[in-house]
């Protein structure tokens, strides 16, 4: 009769890893992930950045005589020369209000006597503002200080901040090396945070993927010949272990093209592998994925099973997603806090574990015991689920023509 | 020989298998009738081993019938289902290995079964190209590829051409000769007429007919007789043995009084005749339909479902 548990599971292995949806995930899966972490940064920094753009930038300079307004409007110039934009200077003001109108400029300064204006239709470019803020606010200051009869260049270098040298001690050799604390800070949020997403990502998938079979195989009543020639619990153990595996091979190929990668990126760049990537934090990823997916695959299974159809089984799913939600918003917090109520909480609630508990144990800042209890505390909640899961998945597979509601699958345990 | 031993099966206060006993021998075919909701489908569950019986027991040549006997049984379910992404043989590959065959065992049983229903260019197709006769041929091969001892076929002949319904009939022969224990469902009682060696009706849960067709002919069919005539038998209905009469020109359908035999009619219509009222051209004793039977029996809950639908 075991063997039979194992047909299932080929068969399911088969049904998706033989696809090419499967194939295409997987190759490109690695690829997506990195673009949609760093094209947002990339695309950021260069949508913020304008200068070299021939931006078509105009000025109305009121009255050039004016010793404020002309040193306002030189300084600008030469700024905006710097950045290659093309310069408009008028001292009428209605043709350069009406070429802003018109779309022929980004916008003009309005330069007066005693004040300095910006006007556009396009008010919420930052840094086309901020370009002209920084220069008259620094022709202010320098005014002011001269009034008073201070040296412009000397109050500049007296006031110069303090850059802070970080140094990082190393765990193993207890040696102190300079740091960049930025980048650091970045790498050990980004790393938990991109672990914490792959198994929010893959859990949902495959758990999904688990609970639509069993509602396609319910509702195309495959499920009576199913069912004549195995037990229910065999049936959704096959289920189980045949996507798992699927799942498994998938992040096998992803470790493999990440270890490709970064061995690529140390050798060909110098790269320096952040300490958050190393073998344990990989292993524990391998860990939580399989924990987390055997406690949500279960309770998808039981979910499917008692569904009439798709939407119906995304309804009854919903407070599951909410546990896997959870733990991504308050990400942030349980990373740079570790040890706070909340995080501990998180990091040992089964249902939440999985995704915080290797976020927290990917920065290198749980102890043991601690990881060792989430995961024991994981195992204990997977068998009771799954128990839990055949006992509804026995009951609601063969139940036809109605929506339950949660309340009335709960009592079929 | 499977048996079946006052198996109940109640959903909450709901009895809807109540203690059910039947047999069904080898190299018969039983037909398993009965209107809609009468408990056929939580029989053959039972049977199937999908769902457990609260009280009875279900015997195979007296030993109990258990879920590790699933690979000695094939089911054709009324409603059919089969993965429609994936390719026919895959499918059946799949199935077979499910009743423990091997896929080097399988294979060639499924060449022999699609060659004889005409499907061998459609091995590897996917089922959702196949028509629907064909996805219902393709899905009694599963039921039957790992030469189950028993069968269940639930409406197998809906929706096949007839050169199918006969290729299908014709293997269920040979499966009845080979002394398989057959168990076959319809609403088609002209079919069961034909097919079946033993019928057993079911009715809220409950057993109410079970006999070969000759036996539910001998205790049905008595009492109704039709007679051609010429002259006046207005006088018939006086008899004192039967119960009502019905007359359409020189034909009157006799209905006789219940524990009256088809004897003691002709004994009293030979005075009649005798008087010259009129002559007798031919008698009949009527055999009723296994649907009028069926009518019967079900009474208006059969009557008002069929309204229903």
């Known amino acids: ?413 | 020989m499977l048996s079946l031993k006052g198996v109940t099966k109640k959903y909450g206060d709901f009895c809807a298998v109540d203690k059910l006993d039947f047999d069904a021998p080898a190299g018969q075919i039983v037909g398993l009738i009965g209107p809609n909701g009468a408990g056929k489908s939580t029989t053959i569950r039972m049977i199937m081993n999908i769902l457990e019986c609260d009280e009875g027991e279900i015997l195979l040549d007296g030993k109990k019938f258990t879920a590790d006997d699933s690979n000695i049984i094939g089911y054709l379910p009324e409603e059919r289902g089969l993965y429609k992404k994936q390719k026919v043989v895959d499918v059946l590959v799949y199935l077979a290995e499910l009743k423990g065959c091997t896929k080097q065992d399988a294979l060639p049983k499924i060449d022999y079964w699609l060659k004889r229903f005409d499907l061998m260019e459609w091995k590897d197709k996917k089922i959702d190209s196949l028509s629907k006769g064909m996805a219902q041929k393709i899905q009694f091969v599963s039921t039957i590829i790992h030469d189950p001892q028993i069968l269940f076929l639930d409406e197998p002949f809906s929706g096949l051409d007839p050169v199918s319904a006969d290729e299908l009939l014709s293997i269920m022969n040979e499966l009845k000769q080979s002394g398989r224990i057959l168990l076959f469902s319809t609403h088609v009682m002209e079919q069961a007429e034909k097919i079946c060696d033993q019928i057993i009706m079911l009715n809220h849960g409950k057993k109410i007919l079970d006999g070969s067709m000759q036996k539910i002919r001998a205790q049905y069919g008595k009492n109704t007789i039709t007679i051609d005539y010429s002259g006046d038998a207005s006088s018939i209905s006086d008899l004192p043995v039967v119960e009502s009469v019905q007359h359409s020109g020189h034909t009157c359908s006799v209905v006789l009084k219940n524990g009256s035999s088809v004897d003691e009619l002709f004994t009293s219509l030979t005075p009649l005749i005798t008087q010259g009222k009129f002559s007798l051209r031919s008698i009949k004793v009527d055999e009723p339909s296994l649907h009028s039977i069926f009518v019967k029996l079900a009474g208006h809950d059969y009557e008002e479902k069929k309204e229903g639908v």
């Open chain 1, 1 to 413: 009769m075991k063997s039979k548990t194992l047909v299932i599971l080929k068969h399911e292995f088969k049904k998706i890893a033989a696809t090419k949806t499967f194939v295409v995930t997987t190759i490109l899966g690695p690829f997506l992930l990195a673009a949609m972490m760093f094209l947002p940064a990339l695309t950021s920094v260069d949508s913020t950045d304008r200068s070299g753009e021939s931006i078509n930038m105009g000025m109305y300079v009121s009255n050039p005589d004016n010793a404020y307004v002309k040193a306002n409007a030189d300084a600008l110039q030469s700024v905006f020369a710097q950045m290659g934009w093309n310069m408009h200077v008028d001292t009428n003001l209605e043709p350069i209000h009406q070429k802003a109108m018109n779309g022929d400029l980004e916008g003009y300064v309005s330069i007066e006597s005693d004040k300095v204006s910006y006007y556009s239709e396009n008010t919420g470019d930052i840094y086309v503002t901020s370009v002209i803020e920084n220069v008259v606010s620094e022709i202010q200051i320098a005014q002011r200080l001269t009034e008073r009869g201070l040296d412009v260049q000397e109050v500049k270098s007296l006031m110069t901040p303090y850059k802070l040298p970080i140094f990082k001690i190393s765990a193993e050799s207890g040696e102190a090396t300079e740091s960049d604390g930025m980048t650091d800070y970045l790498v050990a949020l980004l790393v938990p945070m991109c672990f914490a997403m792959m198994i929010y990502m893959s859990v949902l998938l495959y758990g999904q993927m688990i609970g639509r079979s069993v509602v396609t195989e319910k509702t195309s009543k495959i499920v009576d010949v199913l069912l004549s020639s195995v037990k229910p619990s065999q049936l959704m153990i096959g289920k189980i272990f045949g996507v798992g595996l699927a799942g498994l091979l998938q992040y096998g190929i992803w470790i493999l093209f990440a270890a490709v990668g970064l061995q690529i990126a140390v050798i060909g760049f110098d790269f320096v592998i952040p300490v958050q990537l190393s073998i344990i934090n990989f292993v524990y990823l391998g860990i939580f994925f399989i924990l987390g997916y055997l406690l949500f695959a279960s309770c998808y299974a039981a979910m499917g099973s008692a569904s009439e159809d798709e939407q119906h089984m995304a309804q009854l799913s919903t407070p599951f997603i909410l546990f896997l939600i959870a733990p991504i918003i308050l990400m942030t917090g349980m990373i740079q806090n570790p040890n706070s109520l909340m995080s501990t909480i998180f990091s040992l609630f089964p249902l939440t574990s999985p995704m915080s508990m290797l976020a927290i144990a990917t920065t290198g800042q749980a102890p043991l015991w601690k990881i060792l209890l989430s995961i024991g505390l994981l195992i204990a909640a997977i068998i009771l689920v799954i128990h839990l899961a055949s006992k509804i998945f026995k009951t609601g597979i063969l139940m036809t023509g109605k929506n339950f509601k949660f309340k009335e699958i709960l009592r079929w345990l």
